[in-house]
């Protein structure tokens, strides 16, 4: 199982960012998938999470109507589209599912900075 990160970056705040996750190793289109952060000092938390057809997204409350999590399972992929960016969106973003135990990938570092 193999869970790849990508497109995190430096933002402005009010800017947006698109970081991506590539899967291998698994049939990705059987499972759920989520977005994981963890700012310095706190505890790694959920932020979105998108069932294995793409039809039920959730959020946590903080990135409700700011972020969009969605999946291409023909390219084994999933993304998060992050809106609107607060300085305390920043963060290590890691791409997750659960087989038999949760899997992680590396992660993306997110910065919302002036």
């Known amino acids: 199982v193999q869970l790849v990160e990508s497109g995190g970056g430096l933002v402005q705040p009010g800017g947006s960012l698109r970081p991506s996750c590539a899967a291998s190793?698994?049939?990705?289109?059987?499972?759920?998938m989520s977005w994981y952060r963890q700012a310095p000092g706190k505890e790694r938390e959920l932020v979105a999470t998108i069932t294995s057809g793409g039809g039920v997204t959730n959020y946590a409350d903080s990135v409700k109507g700011r972020f969009t999590i969605s999946r291409d399972n023909a390219k084994n992929m999933v993304y998060l589209q992050m809106n609107s960016l607060k300085p305390e969106d920043t963060g290590v973003y890691y791409c997750?599912?659960?087989?038999?135990?949760?899997?992680w990938g590396q992660g993306t570092q997110v910065t919302v900075s002036s």
């Open positions: 190793g698994f049939t990705f289109s059987r499972y759920t």
């Open positions: 997750s599912t659960v087989l038999r135990f949760r899997e």
